[in-house]
């Protein structure tokens, strides 16, 4: 069994919304701050936005600022990303990730990846 997999992602028209899950087992999400990154065809991988163990930070790049909103349920082992007036330019394969520190959103010690879900924004 993965130990993060992510769920939630498809087509959308711009505007639209989408909502990621990011689903851990074998180990307690609620110990690990959890980021969201995204890959584009032909770029490097970014962070979107994480969030600490506690929710008590929070880091979005600036693309999203204000459309993006991350968000952990720890109860149920499970992060989010709710994502708001979609763009374009916000395709991408969406990648949760999940580290002892807040430091993953700088792609430091990040103990477990996901598999990826593609979001694709387009008319």
């Known amino acids: 069994q993965l130990p993060l997999v992510e769920s939630g992602g498809g087509l959308v028209q711009p505007g639209g919304s989408l909502r990621l899950s990011c689903a851990a087992s074998?180990?307690?999400?609620?110990?690990?701050?959890i980021g969201w990154f995204r890959q584009a065809p032909g770029k490097e991988r970014e962070v979107v936005s994480c969030i600490s163990d506690s929710a008590d930070s929070t880091l979005y790049v600036d693309s999203v600022k204000g459309r993006f909103n991350m968000s952990r349920d720890n109860a149920k082992n499970t992060g989010y990303l709710q994502m708001n007036s979609l763009k374009p330019e916000d395709t991408a394969v969406y990648y949760c990730a999940a580290s002892p520190t807040f430091s993953l959103c700088y792609f430091h010690r990040v103990d477990y990846w996901g598999q990826g879900t593609q979001v694709t924004v387009s008319s």
């Open positions: 074998g180990f307690t999400l609620g110990q690990y701050a």
